[in-house]
């Protein structure tokens, strides 16, 4: 059942990309080919393959139950959190909540995950920022 | 004669101490990346890129480290077969048949040693075809014009799943995703943005270092958090090595094993849609067939581990071949190392060699040191490599998602990337689920581009002729071969998988 439900929106992704295709404006300064017709074949590919998904699906895939499912958007949503914070606090402080945060879900305790997540984050500066002088996002502090 | 002097020439760019220790820690963190389960060869390389890149090495620099990463990680995924039973990765599948019993009697010692030297004989011929071979392929690729090259991509999507691949559609599947997202941004030859809803951000196209880094890297972070209740860590099991040297008859049993399985593994990483697995699989079969007279595969046979180790070191050579005489990766990995040589404006391919002989010959070069120097690591060294197999996933996987944050964010400084990245982190997740290939996503979002270009140059040449992509007879010749690689899964693709996976039973019965 999950590869027709992947299938039909394999299909409905091809629509949609053929019609996002057909939507570019063509300039007065064009090829023989232009800019369409190689969207076009990739969009009959992505359809047919899916049709032949939804048609003939494989056996289905083990799906984790609904907390496994929460734990992974969970981990998502502290993920895109760090990405939005990390020039706003600066990378160590992000860094080490980001790394403890994912340690604790990955089964360490309390103190081994704020272990873990500060030795990552520390550890990541040193060798990158003060060994190596990639340039990091600097906080408010100065790190 | 010229190959040598070429040769030579390569060793006096990679013989400076940056080159040289860049190179150890490469074989270093590769062996580590291949002996972790979990991480192998393309997601170590992927992780690494953008630090490479970053770091702003220049370009023979780089690619000598990255790929002193993957002869290093082939050679490190027969650590933890071995001594847990768990390939830490793909490739090291066979490895686990005879290995993990040989440990089980008490040689782990010798089985680590013995296939330490039988990667080094697979990966030292498998250069040296490399060194012959691609010159030779370079000289057909000179042959080819826009038309030929537009087939040659099309041949490489349609044979990338792999003779054992079982869901042909899922692959098609596959590669018209990874070529869809390369189309997004402005159009080359136009100037018109496509697919890009307006957002600024997208004209520049997709990183495919994003897309690499977060389908490998952080999707395998996604799978660890999914599965960790059910995966128990490596922990409790004693480790045993004993001793270090492999004795002098076991290695001279195991020779013409060695030499006949370099072979095999070298053709079958030459060979589109094969690659390493399938190189270590059939040596392994091939030798189990012509030696195995006494039933003694599976149980602990030296030659069952020193097989499919110089098969798939072999294998990881020959698919150098290809990636850099044609342009077009045969595997994951070299997928990964294609990427490596785009970011840093090299485009591989017979021009590569015209062009750019000292990074040709001073990454070959390279190979051969690292070699050696994988050799000198692996043998004295196998303890220090098994100790940190003890690291629980649980705090080597925030270092991965953490490092892999850092490598893309300190290309661009931009958090558009990091989202873009988690965005491809989750879909790598879904597909795994689902069983669709990542390589040809990659392979897609690489080639993307140059396929487009390709195929519209032949065309305008012909003004407007579509003909002219099956005109000429190397193109045809190409067309019969995708369309060969494309259907024979179809046919075979379950014997091959269900054969591989019944000797992986087989393995486990004999425990």
């Known amino acids: 059942m999950s590869d027709r439900i992947f299938g039909v929106f394999g299909v409905l992704l091809a629509i949609g990309f053929a019609i996002a295709a057909s939507q570019i404006k063509e300039s007065f300064l064009s090829d023989a080919v232009g800019p369409k017709a190689f969207p076009y074949i990739i969009a009959t590919v992505l359809g047919l393959s899916s049709a032949v998904m939804a048609l003939r699906p494989d056996p289905e895939p083990i ?10 958007m969970a981990a998502a949503v502290v993920m895109i959190l760090y990405a939005q914070l990390l020039p706003e606090i600066g990378f160590v402080i992000a860094t080490a909540f980001a790394a403890a945060y994912l340690s604790w879900r990955l089964g360490s305790g309390i103190i081994g995950a704020c272990l873990t997540g500060v030795g990552t984050s520390v550890g990541i500066y040193v060798v990158f920022h003060l060994v190596l002088g990639l340039s990091l996002a600097r906080g408010p502090l100065g790190f | 004669m010229d190959t040598f002097s070429n040769l030579a020439d390569g060793f006096a760019i990679a013989l400076t101490w940056q080159n040289i220790g860049l190179a150890l820690l490469g074989c270093f963190l590769g062996t580590i990346m291949g002996a972790l389960p979990g991480l192998g060869p393309s997601n170590g390389v992927a992780i690494l890129i953008p630090l490479a890149f970053t770091l702003g090495l220049a370009a023979t620099p780089s690619l000598i480290l990255l790929t002193s990463v993957y002869y290093g990680a082939m050679y490190g995924g027969r650590i933890s077969s071995i001594l847990l039973n768990i390939p830490g990765d793909e490739p090291a599948m066979m490895t686990c048949l005879d290995g993990y019993p040989m440990a089980q009697k008490g040689y782990a010692g010798e089985a680590l040693s013995l296939s330490g030297i039988a990667s080094f004989v697979g990966a030292f011929f498998a250069t040296w075809g490399l060194i012959f071979l691609a010159p030779q392929l370079v000289k057909i690729a000179l042959l080819f014009g826009p038309a030929e090259y537009f087939a040659l991509f099309a041949l490489a999507f349609m044979t990338l799943g792999g003779v054992s691949s079982t869901n042909q559609a899922k692959s098609a599947f596959a590669a018209a995703l990874g070529l869809g997202l390369a189309m997004i941004g402005v159009d080359s030859q136009t100037g018109v943005p496509r697919f890009t809803f307006g957002e600024v ?57 060695m030499l006949r399985s370099s072979f095999v593994g070298f053709i079958a990483g030459v060979l589109p849609g094969a690659g390493a697995s399938l190189g270590s699989f059939l040596s392994y079969s091939l030798e189990k067939r012509m030696v195995d007279k006494d039933k003694s595969f599976g149980t602990g046979d030296p030659r069952g581990v020193a097989a499919p180790e110089a098969g798939n070191n072999a294998a990881a050579g020959g698919a150098l071949v290809p990636m850099l005489a044609l342009g077009v990766p045969g595997s994951g990995t070299t997928a990964v190392l294609l990427a490596v040589l785009l970011s840093l404006n090299i485009t591989p391919g017979p021009l590569l060699f015209a062009n ?80 669709v290939p990542l390589v040809p996503i990659i392979l897609g979002t690489l080639l993307g581009n140059t396929m487009e270009n390709n195929l519209r140059r032949a065309i305008t040449i012909e003004n407007g ?9 190397l193109a045809i010749g190409l067309w019969i071969v995708a369309i060969i690689g494309f259907i024979l899964p179809l046919i075979f693709g379950r014997k091959v998988k269900s054969g591989m996976q019944r000797r992986d039973e087989e393995g486990a019965l004999t425990d």
């Open chain 2, 201 to 257: 951000h997208l004209y520049d196209g997709l990183d495919f270092l994003v897309a690499i880094v977060g389908l490998f890297a952080l999707s395998e972070v996604f799978i660890f958090l999914e599965n960790r209740h059910g995966k128990s860590d490596a922990k409790g099991k004693k480790l045993v090595i004993g001793r270090l040297t492999p004795p002098l008859s076991m290695l001279k049993a195991c020779t013409p094993t």
């Open chain 2, 356 to 435: 750019n002989p000292d990074v040709v010959w001073g990454l070959i070069a390279a190979l051969f040191i690292a070699n050696f120097m994988l050799l000198a690591l692996n043998i004295p060294m196998v303890g220090l490599f098994t100790r940190l197999l003890l690291v629980p996933p649980r705090v080597l996987m925030p270092v991965v998602a953490m490092v892999s944050f850092v490598g893309i964010y300190g290309i661009s400084g931009s958090s558009f990337d990091l989202l873009v990245m988690i965005g491809f982190g989750l879909m790598g997740w879904i597909l795994r689920k689902f069983d």
């Open chain 1, 63 to 72: 799906w984790p139950p609904f907390a496994q499912f929460a734990e992974i």
């Open chain 2, 465 to 473: 002729d579509w003909w002219t992509l099956i005109d000429s007879p």
